[in-house]
């Protein structure tokens, strides 16, 4: 399954809302989607699993949706620490992640 | 708190052999699968191999299948990668990564800090 993420960068502000997007070449099984943030320097860090089931301890402002090939990922209100650069992942067997998507600050 | 500790990245020539070793500690290891994932820095993200709880399911990406072999040793806490002729383009951040379950849902909710491999003449 080759994962396509959009858009590339994603230029806003502390408080907006974002919204980022990874498309699957075919349906990924019993959506099994999960996201991930990765900082500079920063090991990636688990904040979505199962196309909406949040992390352990991860704040509400994130939220993720979407099923078969069309999933996203919504961060309600970014704060500073959200700045960072996003990647999707199937784990529907021998997974694959999508290219990411850097949320910059305006 | 779970950590991982990856270690044994070095600089190699192509065509060697290297052992990646990972420590787990402050979780019941034998407990979750484990996996192995890369990064070429300031690139994508590339799963490599995934054990089960037991060892009993092993997977590997095709990049590195008949040449990567992963093990671990409950006993220890440890999980390991040995990678037999070694090209060019395995040049990366070597990542361990604990599943959520025992069995293989390649899930990765905790990471190390990585160790790096470059693979050179």
């Known amino acids: 399954i080759v994962l396509t993420q959009s858009p590339g960068t994603l230029s806003l502000s502390p408080g907006e809302r974002a919204t980022l997007s990874c498309r699957a070449s075919?349906?990924?099984?019993?959506?099994?989607l999960a996201w991930y943030q990765q900082t500079p320097g920063q090991a990636p860090r688990l904040l979505i699993y199962g196309a909406s089931n949040r992390a352990t301890g991860l704040p509400d402002r994130f939220s993720g949706s979407g099923s078969g090939t069309d999933f996203t990922l919504t961060i309600s209100s970014l704060e500073p620490e959200d700045f960072a650069v996003y990647f999707c992942?199937?784990?529907?067997?021998?997974?694959?992640f999508g290219g990411g998507t850097k949320v910059e600050i305006k | 708190e779970v950590r991982l500790v990856e270690s044994g990245g070095v600089l190699v020539q192509p065509g060697t052999s290297l052992r990646l070793s990972c420590v787990g500690s402050d979780f019941t290891f034998d407990d979750y699968a484990m996996h192995w994932v890369r990064q070429v820095p300031g690139k994508g993200l590339e799963w490599v191999s995934g054990i089960n709880w037991n060892s009993g399911t092993i997977d590997y990406a095709d990049s590195v299948k008949g040449r990567f072999t992963i093990s671990r040793d409950n006993a220890k806490n440890a999980l390991y990668l040995e990678m037999n002729s070694l090209r060019v383009e395995d040049t990366a951040l070597y990542y361990c990564a604990k599943d959520r379950v025992p069995s293989l849902w390649y899930v990765f909710d905790h990471w190390g800090q990585g160790t790096p491999v470059t693979v050179s003449s």
């Open positions: 992942q199937h784990h529907a067997g021998s997974p694959t």
């Open positions: 075919q349906s990924v099984s019993r959506n099994y």
